[in-house]
Nanobody, 124 residues
Framework: QVQLVESGGGLVQPGGSLRLSCAASGFTLDRNAIGWFRQAPGKEREGISCIRRDGSTYYADSVKGRFTTSRDNAKHTVYLQMNSLKPEDTAVYYC??????????????????WGQGTQVTVSS
């Protein structure tokens, strides 16, 4: 049974950092792509980062240079390191997984399994 559990969200001041974790079970981590998404109130879910099976990573322009995705296969966990946070980064953050897929890995509709989400609030 595939399961994803996010953690690490919270309240942080602008310019601060947070590290989100996505603990995975029920599948082999490096055989699936893992995506990070976020959804702010009144907005559509946005793909912000992903890590493919081969370890390559991709980022949306809105977070490029500030966010970093990494994977620890031994811990079955994917991380999203978020630096230089801005108020517009406030959202519920989700991780998701999918198997082999030909489409870009930042497209929410291509993912099969989702975590419950963790709230990130950037405010002074």
């Amino acid at each position: 049974q595939v399961q994803l559990v996010e953690s690490g969200g919270g309240l942080v001041q602008p310019g601060g950092s947070l590290r989100l974790s996505c603990a995975a079970s029920g599948f082999t981590l490096d055989r699936n792509a893992i995506g990070w998404f976020r959804q702010a109130p009144g907005k559509e879910r946005e793909g912000i980062s992903c890590i493919r099976r081969d370890g390559s990573t991709y980022y949306a322009d809105s977070v490029k240079g500030r966010f970093t995705t990494s994977r620890d296969n031994a811990k079955h966990t994917v991380y999203l390191q978020m630096n230089s946070l801005k108020p517009e980064d406030t959202a519920v953050y989700y991780c998701a997984t999918r198997g082999a897929h030909g489409s870009g890995c930042l497209v929410p509709g291509t993912y099969d399994y989702w975590g419950q989400g963790t709230q990130v609030t950037v405010s002074s």
